[in-house]
């Protein structure tokens, strides 16, 4: 008989109100086709190792349902006190269980979004490929695991957008803009696919070697405010060839999204997670 053990260890926990809001707003914006394209019953989205604290679960439902009013969302950890603290916020749409990468969904659903948050940061870089392939095998055919990683405040947030059959598609990083003093400061949040990736002659390290080169030649914009100075360097990211798969509407938020085929490691599992 299988054991029924989560698969994962159990997270710092660490975890604040509104911490997760850029990444949210990403998901009720540029990834919600996936939630208005369900079809049959609604979809599900998991806040996989929410943490200590079950307040990101219950924001993610309030954000997701302006987009998919019947979206529902399942709070999942590995810890049973954690799980036991979220149930008494139940209400219809959201739910909490005890779970970990294998994803454990009633009656065997498949998720259309997984959001694993500064989980896998704790982990080995070796160990990330076996655990978006766990994730990957939970997600329905539109589906979406997006493993990311934030400071304390959500001031800083970098997230990979990872694909059932495609693997990971994108890297997506966004700033507080008040007060940035260099684009590159987002290093030490990257995901963990890639924080130990930015030393030179690794794609990572070039992209925010350009960026902080666009956001000096940048300054002048900001005798027009910061957000200024960020679309232009956005802009000229673009115009030097960078893959940037979003536009202004995005970069006024103080977020780029970029084809993570620029910014893969140049070796080893990461690089190619297709079938």
């Known amino acids: ?17 509104n911490r997760l809001r850029r990444c949210d707003r990403w998901l009720a914006g540029p990834a919600a086709w996936r939630l208005r394209r369900a079809t049959g019953r609604p979809p599900v989205v998991v806040d996989l190792g929410y943490g200590a604290s079950p307040v990101t679960a219950v924001e993610l439902h309030d954000r997701l349902r302006r987009v998919r009013p019947d979206v529902e969302v ?67 055919p539109d589906g979406l695991l997006v493993d990311g990683t934030c400071d304390e ?64 030649r940048s300054a002048g914009h900001a005798a027009y405010g910061v957000r200024q100075r960020f679309l232009a360097t956005a802009q000229a990211m673009r115009d030097s060839g960078w893959p940037l798969l979003d536009g202004p509407s995005r970069w006024r938020l103080g977020e780029l999204t970029v084809d993570w085929s620029a910014v893969a490691p140049a070796s080893g599992s990461l690089r190619h997670q297709g079938p």
């Open 1 to 17: 008989m299988a054991s029924s053990k989560p698969i994962g260890v159990i997270t710092r926990g660490t975890t604040n109100p």
């Open 74 to 140: 399942v709070g999942i950890e590995i810890d049973p006190e954690r799980v036991a603290a979220g149930r008494p916020l139940e209400r219809p749409g959201l739910t909490f269980r005890r779970g970990g990468f294998e994803v454990p969904l009633e009656g065997g659903r498949r998720a259309t979004v997984v959001r694993a948050f500064n989980v896998l940061r704790q982990y080995a870089e070796e160990e990330v490929a076996d655990a978006w392939a766990t994730v990957r095998d939970r997600l329905n």
């Open 153 to 216: 405040l959500g001031r800083l947030s970098t997230w990979v957008a990872v694909e059932p059959d495609a693997g990971p598609v994108s890297l997506s990083l966004s700033w507080h803009l008040g007060g940035l003093a260099q684009p590159s400061v987002i290093a030490e949040r990257l995901p963990k696919a890639l924080i130990h990736r930015n030393i030179p002659g690794e794609a990572v390290h070039g992209y925010l070697a350009d960026l902080d080169r666009h956001w000096e």
